[in-house]
């Protein structure tokens, strides 16, 4: 308590404060109390029931595994895009650059559409894969294709600012001790790196669990095997079970928060590690 | 209230703003009607409130903007429960303007009888489009679950038109174990119903399995068999396989009428709370029984709906030859029986994809 107390040295802590948690109430808290609330309308048993219903654990699986491994994907091709952004020069550099973000920017129905249209097995890239058998649109494998795409500039902006302040000095001194390029790269890239590494992770994996506009063309929607959560989601509103609906929200919410919770503590955790290591 | 000089004047000029902008809404020389639709009638009903219009003026003097909504016919009864004012709905099923009487108590329960026909001006059948030259010999029902064939239709759950291809494709296994609807109606049959009933499970769960995507929407599961080429043949709408044929041409799909096949019927209803409170009532109704006239039916029957009126079905005969059908009505005793059995949660449908998971 004693930091409210403390004078800052900046004036406006009380109106912005203010603001901030008028913002938050009014956009974050009272949505989702409205979420839990509705929740709580429904009988224990009915929740039991949604939560052990084998469609909804079905979705439920497939979208956070999708999910977690689309934002590791992210997590090792992000970093290489980075480094390569970050330590090189080249020409079409700045362009690449600016190709990161346009996941971003681009409307979800248009990535999906076009990413079914390239994987599907008349696409251009679909036909060179469906020989070998493999099937990318309309399976499990597409979903994590548009989640990796959605999630990769969440990785590489992370990343990049962190890898300019890898001290190159550091990098020439351990070098000059006689450390390869792989210890270097371990022992001082990668530490310097990973919170920022993290917390892309962690934003691209959240990213991925909420995203529905782009996987829902790509996916196949088949119930029990290419369904993801948010789409039952809408599923249960389009049979007006506002409740049921919100059941699956919930409990949406509370993995994805269990989960986001345990990548935070995780990374304090490391960071202390990393601190008393460096004594 | 101790009002400022300044900010009362502001106050004020901001009220004879409202008040103006309220007159000009309630003005009688022009007047917006939103009608809430499905996703196929997009093209019919830019025709139709076109022609509307001009006849309203001409009759009345009034000039009449419509703005439409289309969306899946699910989302669309849930944005008019929600709230969403609509002062007519052209849905794709009556289960779904029965949801917004039902749950949004925003319209009587006896909407279906106020227009001719269960309100449903136009109709339409369910068929399948299949690719040029029909390289798979589809030519009947049964053909879909044959080894290899691989079908398209959208997710019942989510779509209007798949509720309707899912319960066709029951009543012909239905009917084909019966040979005769009045055997359902009759105890003395109950056995022979039943197994029929439970073949018929089998049937359209078989289906199933040979549906390797489930769009949201019918116009999604057009697409998705026409530009990303997957599935030898699609369940589809009437009016949506002839636009299809239409757009792309008889050299690349064709369109195969199966033996029997299911009566859809699309209705229209006025929604009573908001045509009361926005005083439009009189030309909502007017607006839906145009669509009964000579000249909606003939806009529906250039849309690829089926025209109630039979001359007006006479003269497009070559485009909806005449099939034996059959109603929600008879076979599956009205909508909300059948929404209950199939499709809500818990349902045959849902049954049908836990089994193939196992």
Same mark, same amino acid.
């Given at each position: 308590?004693s930091?409210?107390?403390?004078?800052?040295i900046?004036?406006?802590?009380?109106?912005t404060?203010?603001?901030?948690?008028?913002?938050?109430?009014a956009?974050v808290l009272?949505?989702?109390?409205?979420?839990?609330m509705?929740?709580?309308?429904?009988?224990?048993?009915?929740?039991?029931?949604?939560l052990?219903?084998?469609?909804?654990?079905?979705?439920?699986?497939?979208?956070?595994?999708?999910s977690?491994?689309?934002?590791?994907?992210?997590?090792i091709?992000?970093?290489?895009?980075?480094?390569?952004?970050v330590?090189y020069?080249?020409?079409g550099?700045?362009?690449i650059?600016?190709?990161?973000?346009m996941?971003?920017?681009?409307?979800?129905?248009?990535?999906?559409i076009a990413?079914t249209?390239?994987?599907?097995?008349?696409?251009?890239?679909?036909?060179?894969?469906?020989?070998f058998?493999?099937?990318?649109?309309?399976?499990?494998i597409?979903?994590?294709?548009?989640?990796?795409?959605?999630?990769?500039?969440?990785v590489?902006?992370s990343?990049?600012?962190?890898?300019?302040?890898?001290?190159?000095?550091?990098e020439?001194?351990?070098?000059t001790?006689?450390a390869?390029r792989?210890?270097?790269?371990?022992?001082?890239?990668?530490?310097? +790196?990973?919170?920022?590494?993290l917390?892309?992770f962690t934003?691209?994996?959240a990213?991925?669990v909420?995203?529905?506009g782009?996987?829902?063309?790509?996916?196949?929607?088949?119930?029990?095997?290419?369904?993801?959560a948010?789409l039952l989601?809408?599923?249960?509103?389009?049979?007006?079970?506002?409740?049921?609906?919100?059941?699956?929200?919930?409990l949406?919410?509370?993995?994805?928060?269990?989960m986001?919770?345990?990548?935070?503590?995780?990374?304090?955790?490391?960071?202390?590690?990393?601190?008393?290591a460096?004594? | 209230?101790?009002?400022?000089?300044?900010?009362?004047?502001a106050?004020?000029?901001?009220?004879s703003?409202?008040t103006?902008?309220?007159?000009?809404s309630?003005?009688?020389?022009s007047?917006?009607?939103?009608n809430?639709?499905?996703?196929?009638t997009?093209?019919?009903?830019?025709?139709?409130n076109?022609?509307?219009?001009?006849q309203?003026?001409q009759?009345t003097?009034?000039?009449?903007?419509?703005?439409q909504?289309?969306?899946?016919?699910?989302?669309?009864?849930?944005?008019v429960?929600?709230?969403?004012?609509?002062?007519?709905?052209?849905?794709?099923l009556?289960?779904d303007?029965?949801?917004?009487?039902?749950k949004?108590?925003?319209?009587?329960?006896?909407?279906?009888?106020?227009f001719?026909n269960n309100?449903?001006?136009y109709?339409?059948t369910?068929?399948?489009?299949?690719?040029?030259?029909n390289?798979?010999q589809?030519?009947d029902?049964?053909?879909l679950?044959?080894?290899g064939?691989?079908?398209?239709?959208?997710?019942?759950?989510?779509?209007?038109g798949?509720r309707?291809?899912?319960?066709?494709?029951w009543?012909?296994?239905l009917?084909r174990?019966l040979?005769?609807w009045s055997?359902?109606?009759?105890?003395?049959n109950a056995?022979?119903v039943?197994?029929?009933?439970?073949?018929?499970e089998?049937?359209v769960?078989?289906?199933?399995?040979h549906?390797?995507?489930l769009?949201?929407?019918?116009?999604?599961?057009?697409?998705t068999f026409v530009?990303?080429e997957i599935?030898?043949?699609l369940i589809?709408?009437?009016?949506?396989a002839l636009l299809?044929l239409?757009?792309?041409?008889?050299?690349?799909?064709?369109?195969?009428i199966?033996?029997?096949t299911?009566?859809?019927?699309?209705?229209?209803? +006025?929604v009573?709370? +908001?045509v009361?409170?926005r005083?439009t009532r009189?030309i909502?109704?007017?607006?839906?029984?145009?669509?009964?006239?000579?000249?909606?039916?003939?806009l529906a029957a250039?849309?690829y709906?089926?025209p109630?009126?039979p001359?007006?079905?006479?003269?497009?005969?070559e485009?909806f030859p005449?099939?034996?059908?059959?109603?929600?009505?008879? +076979?599956?005793?009205?909508?909300?029986?059948?929404?209950a059995?199939h499709?809500?949660?818990?349902?045959?449908?849902?049954?049908i994809?836990?089994?193939?998971a196992?």
């Amino acid at each position: 308590m004693s930091s409210f107390r403390q004078p800052s040295i900046l004036p406006g802590f009380g109106l912005t404060l203010g603001f901030s948690v008028f913002f938050l109430c009014a956009l974050v808290l009272i949505p989702l109390a409205a979420l839990v609330m509705k929740t709580a309308t429904m009988g224990w048993d009915d929740f039991l029931n949604v939560l052990f219903d084998p469609r909804v654990l079905a979705s439920f699986r497939l979208s956070f595994g999708a999910s977690l491994l689309a934002a590791t994907l992210n997590g090792i091709f992000g970093f290489v895009i980075a480094w390569t952004l970050v330590r090189y020069d080249f020409p079409g550099r700045k362009l690449i650059d600016a190709l990161i973000d346009m996941p971003f920017a681009l409307p979800t129905a248009v990535s999906g559409i076009a990413l079914t249209a390239v994987f599907a097995e008349n696409g251009w890239i679909g036909e060179h894969l469906a020989p070998f058998g493999i099937k990318v649109a309309y399976t499990w494998i597409g979903v994590v294709v548009a989640l990796t795409l959605i999630g990769l500039p969440f990785v590489v902006r992370s990343i990049q600012p962190a890898l300019v302040e890898v001290q190159r000095d550091l990098e020439d001194a351990a070098e000059t001790l006689g450390a390869g390029r792989f210890t270097i790269f371990r022992r001082i890239i990668l530490p310097t +790196v990973t919170p920022a590494l993290l917390t892309g992770f962690t934003m691209a994996f959240a990213r991925g669990v909420g995203e529905y506009g782009s996987v829902i063309f790509i996916a196949g929607n088949l119930p029990m095997k290419t369904e993801i959560a948010p789409l039952l989601i809408v599923i249960k509103l389009e049979q007006f079970d506002y409740v049921g609906a919100a059941a699956i929200g919930f409990l949406m919410l509370v993995i994805s928060f269990v989960m986001l919770l345990s990548i935070n503590l995780l990374q304090t955790w490391g960071r202390r590690r990393h601190v008393a290591a460096g004594r | 209230m101790n009002l400022s000089p300044s900010l009362r004047t502001a106050f004020v000029t901001l009220l004879s703003i409202l008040t103006l902008a309220g007159c000009g809404s309630s003005d009688d020389k022009s007047v917006t009607l939103l009608n809430v639709s499905y996703d196929p009638t997009r093209e019919l009903y830019r025709d139709f409130n076109e022609d509307f219009a001009r006849q309203w003026q001409q009759q009345t003097g009034q000039r009449v903007t419509i703005k439409q909504s289309h969306s899946g016919s699910g989302s669309q009864a849930r944005a008019v429960i929600d709230g969403l004012d609509a002062d007519v709905v052209t849905l794709a099923l009556a289960y779904d303007i029965n949801s917004i009487q039902e749950k949004g108590k925003r319209l009587g329960a006896n909407w279906q009888t106020r227009f001719p026909n269960n309100s449903a001006p136009y109709t339409s059948t369910i068929v399948f489009l299949v690719r040029k030259g029909n390289p798979k010999q589809i030519r009947d029902w049964p053909d879909l679950v044959r080894e290899g064939v691989s079908v398209v239709t959208p997710n019942p759950k989510t779509s209007g038109g798949a509720r309707w291809n899912y319960l066709a494709a029951w009543g012909y296994e239905l009917h084909r174990q019966l040979g005769d609807w009045s055997k359902l109606d009759d105890p003395a049959n109950a056995a022979q119903v039943e197994e029929a009933q439970a073949s018929a499970e089998r049937f359209v769960g078989e289906i199933y399995r040979h549906t390797p995507v489930l769009d949201s929407g019918a116009r999604g599961a057009t697409n998705t068999f026409v530009q990303r080429e997957i599935g030898d043949v699609l369940i589809a709408w009437e009016n949506e396989a002839l636009l299809a044929l239409k757009e792309l041409g008889p050299d690349k799909v064709e369109i195969v009428i199966p033996s029997i096949t299911i009566l859809a019927e699309p209705p229209v209803a +006025v929604v009573d709370t +908001v045509v009361d409170r926005r005083g439009t009532r009189q030309i909502a109704e007017a607006y839906l029984q145009h669509l009964y006239s000579d000249a909606g039916q003939e806009l529906a029957a250039k849309h690829y709906f089926r025209p109630r009126k039979p001359e007006i079905l006479a003269k497009y005969g070559e485009l909806f030859p005449t099939l034996p059908t059959f109603t929600i009505d008879e +076979v599956f005793g009205g909508w909300s029986a059948a929404h209950a059995k199939h499709f809500a949660d818990g349902g045959v449908f849902d049954r049908i994809y836990q089994a193939g998971a196992q």
